[in-house]
């Protein structure tokens, strides 16, 4: 007998079909456009120099992209949440007063803009819980808390973290280059000094900031989360997947710079700087992409293989003896 319950009916089709973002109707809308105008004025400062940020600072260009991802996580539960009994949490309200209140002790006190920056989040996800409840919180957590993504870190912060990756990477692509017959390099905090057929090659290679992986390593981590998210997975490969952006984004820095390196030293100094320099930055996207998606297709097909063997078992359990 065929199972009726296995294809979804004529009128379920229709009723899917009909949930829409159009069905909140305008006074939802208004009441939106009040609370975020509320929290812009708030945070006008923060949201300013964020949004500056990402224009004057390359590394902090992937900004732009983190709202919209946020809001296609929350498209992607559209049925969940549109069709969602919320109810409202007095929690998110008290939350929401602490968010206000140590917004002024922090401006005043600490004069911090990355905490200012940062509370932003706190006070946005106050607010979902306060409208709609816990409930809403299970569907909206993730997009509330990707934001952080776009939040530059500060610059102080941001270079202490880039020279160990730069010290890191100048010792590996030295390395390699000594493997090349009559090169000789030699590390000197970040920068490689080299030796090519005896004669000593200046300047010295600099492995400079914007060739420490950070860039990658945050764009690719993002990029990494939201993938996680959007892939239909077992947990434990959403998490392998996950804790693979950052090693995928360190080899592929450490594949530039060296590159970098024997472009310099075997072919010639302006193919490594200037706009080839960025060139070869870009080039490391799809490198990454190709090996984070082989990765995943890797796992696919271990899982795809488990099932097939548990299939073959099953049937052959369930054949009779002769």
């Given at each position: 007998m065929q199972d009726v319950n296995r294809f979804p009916t004529e009128n379920q089709i229709l009723s899917e079909q009909d949930i829409s973002w159009t069905s909140l109707g305008v006074h939802t809308y208004i009441k939106f456009a009040i609370l975020a105008a509320a929290v812009y004025s708030v945070f006008h400062i923060e949201i300013y120099s964020i949004?500056?940020?990402?224009?004057?600072?390359?590394?902090?260009?992937?900004?732009?992209?983190?709202?919209?991802?946020?809001?296609?996580?929350?498209?992607?539960?559209?049925k969940e949440i549109l069709t969602l009994q919320s109810d409202t949490s007095y929690i998110g309200l008290l939350f929401l007063i602490c968010c206000l209140v140590l917004y002024p002790i922090i401006v005043f006190g600490y004069k911090f803009g990355y905490i200012r920056a940062l509370l932003l989040i706190p006070t946005i996800g106050s607010i979902v819980l306060f409208i709609g409840g816990w409930k809403l919180v299970k569907y909206t957590w993730l997009p509330i808390i990707y934001i952080i993504f776009a939040i530059p870190i500060p610059t102080r912060i941001?270079?202490?973290?880039?020279?160990?990756?730069?010290?890191?990477?100048?010792?590996?692509?030295?390395?390699?280059?000594?493997?090349?017959?009559?090169?000789?390099?030699?590390?000197?905090?970040?920068?490689?000094?080299?030796?090519?057929?005896?004669v000593r090659l200046e300047p010295g290679l600099d492995v400079a900031e914007a060739c420490s992986g950070m860039r990658l390593l945050m764009a690719f981590l993002a990029l990494g989360v939201a993938m996680a998210y959007l892939h239909y997975r077992p947990i434990w490969q959403r998490f392998v997947l996950l804790a693979s952006t950052v090693p995928i984004a360190l080899l592929c820095n450490i594949v530039r710079v060296t590159v970098t390196g024997f472009i310099y030293i075997l072919w010639d100094p302006m193919y490594a700087q200037g706009i080839?320099?960025?060139?070869?930055?870009?080039?490391?996207?799809?490198?990454?992409?190709?090996?984070y998606g082989g990765l995943a297709w890797f796992m696919s097909n271990i899982v795809v293989e488990e099932n097939i063997q548990q299939e073959v078992v099953i049937r052959r359990k369930d054949l009779p003896e002769e």
């Open positions: 949004v500056y940020r990402w224009i004057s600072d390359s590394s902090w260009s992937h900004g732009f992209l983190i709202p919209f991802f946020s809001l296609y996580f929350i498209n992607q539960k559209k941001y270079n202490d973290l880039t020279i160990p990756l730069r010290t890191h990477d100048a010792q590996i692509a030295a390395g390699i280059l000594n493997m090349i017959r009559g090169l000789e390099a030699n590390v000197s905090g970040v920068v490689i000094d080299v030796v090519y057929k005896g080839y320099h960025d060139m070869l930055g870009l080039l490391m996207l799809p490198l990454a992409f190709g090996l």
